[in-house]
Nanobody, 126 residues
Framework: QVQLVESGGDSVQAGGSLRLSCAAS????????MGWFRQTPGKEPEGVARIYTASGYIWYTLSVKGRFTISQDNAKNTLYLQMNSLKPEDTAMYYC???????????????????RGQGTQVTVSS
């Protein structure tokens, strides 16, 4: 059984930093495309970043480029999202997600993920 458990969400002021973690069990984080997406009430989920370490592929949505960094620790089987220079518009529930290992990371969208965690709330105040 695959489980993805996020942690690290918090309330911070604009300009602050947070690091989100996603501990995986029943799934090897290095085996396929993994990513983070976020959602606010009443809005569609938005892909934030995704990574496939076997190929070195990393993608960020434009609004977080230069501020967020996605990474993995294969020994800990954990995915991370380092978020710096946070803005109020980054406020959302953040979810960790994993794709089918047979799927290319390049074309993976939020709807394509097979597994997702329960989410962790990030709130940024101005």
């Amino acid at each position: 059984q695959v489980q993805l458990v996020e942690s690290g969400g918090d309330s911070v002021q604009a300009g602050g930093s947070l690091r989100l973690s996603c501990a995986a069990s029943g799934y090897t984080v290095s085996s396929a495309c993994m990513g983070w997406f976020r959602q606010t009430p009443g809005k569609e989920p938005e892909g934030v970043a995704r990574i496939y370490t076997a190929s070195g592929y990393i993608w960020y949505t434009l609004s977080v480029k230069g501020r967020f960094t996605i990474s993995q620790d294969n020994a800990k089987n954990t995915l991370y999202l380092q978020m710096n220079s946070l803005k109020p518009e980054d406020t959302a529930m953040y979810y960790c997600a994993a794709a089918d290992p047979r799927r290319s990371c390049i074309g993976t969208r939020v709807v394509n993920y097979l597994y997702r965690g329960q989410g962790t709330q990030v709130t940024v105040s101005s």
